[in-house]
């Protein structure tokens, strides 16, 4: 019975969400650009309140991360979290190129061309981190030739709908796991394309346990390993809200660790890569996933 009801609560929840997506796109559609954001603000904010699992989640993880800080700081952190994601999605689903560009502004932009003209495609190493949807967007208005690495969500129509909207901004997505997929990573260097993959959460794939705000996290190697087999050129790049909406893009070039053990090189580059993220975590803590299970593996 409990089975059931479990398999039962599941199809309604997957039932809902592609729902909520539909309405939330046709929603974005036919409001304005600045109401939309704050639409989603709000929706962000009602989120906090609805999803105690979640918020509990954030809250626990950002006092993990944040020994010294005092509860009131850790409570507001976690909701102004909630209300970020909240506009992050509604950004991306009024994003047009023209918009993108508009809206974005990029430092160190100069290391993607210079990068590019290696001629072996690149690497970006990024997070979730600010609005990393409208990152990839940002590149491709401006005509940087964007690839993406992407783990298949379930139910399968909200998948679909992200590859949608990724695809109509012109980012290709590259489904993990499915057929293809290994010969479209190596079309991208051959064609000379930048490969986005973000390495900050705890997934079931190739990884190492590196330091992440403190304590050892399961982290993919896929960007170290992948820029040491390919000899790609490897950027670091996040998106950083800035007001209510413009979004700094922040690109630096890192300079990848050979010591000629491949795979003490991997863990070694991918530990420098999380570093990275992190510090870019600590300037802006309010615009990063907290409800994410980053520590849910234990290091043996």
């Known amino acids: 019975m409990n089975s ?3 398999r039962l609560r599941k199809g309604l929840t997957r039932f809902l969400l592609v729902w909520l997506i539909r309405l939330l796109q046709l929603t974005a559609h ?12 709000m929706l962000g904010s009602i989120a906090y309140h609805a999803l105690p699992r ?5 809250v626990a993880h950002l006092a993990k991360a944040y020994a010294d800080k005092d509860r009131s700081w850790i409570i507001g952190t976690a909701k102004r979290c909630f209300i970020h994601l909240g506009k992050s999605l509604f950004e991306v689903l009024m994003m047009t190129p023209e918009r993108a560009r508009r809206v974005t502004v990029f430092s160190g932009e100069e290391e993607i061309q210079k990068a590019l003209d290696e001629g072996r495609g690149v690497v970006v190493v990024t997070g979730h981190i600010g609005n990393w949807e409208l990152m990839g967007q940002a590149a491709t208005a401006k005509n940087y030739p964007m690839s993406v690495i992407a783990a298949p969500l379930e139910p399968q129509q909200v998948s679909d709908f992200i590859v949608s909207v990724r695809a109509r901004s012109g980012v290709r997505t590259i489904l993990r796991g499915r057929p293809g997929a290994a010969k479209e990573i190596i079309r991208v260097f051959k064609e000379n394309r930048i490969l986005g993959i973000l390495i900050d959460q705890d997934t079931d794939v190739e990884g190492a346990f590196v330091d992440f705000m403190g304590s050892p996290a399961w982290t993919p190697t896929a960007a170290a390993s992948m820029a040491l087999k390919f000899g790609a050129p490897v950027l670091f790049a996040f998106t950083r809200r800035e007001g209510t909406c413009r979004h700094r893009v922040t690109v630096e070039r890192l300079s990848l660790i ?22 870019s975590i600590r300037a802006c803590p309010e615009q990063w996933v907290w409800m994410h299970r980053r520590w849910r593996r234990q290091h043996q």
């Open 4 to 6: 059931r009801l479990l």
């Open 30 to 41: 036919i409001v304005p650009y600045r109401l939309g954001v704050w639409a989603g603000g």
């Open 258 to 279: 050979t010591t000629g053990n491949v795979d003490q090189d991997i863990v070694m580059n991918t530990a420098a890569f999380t570093k990275k993220i992190e510090q």
């Open 54 to 58: 979640e918020r509990s989640r954030a």
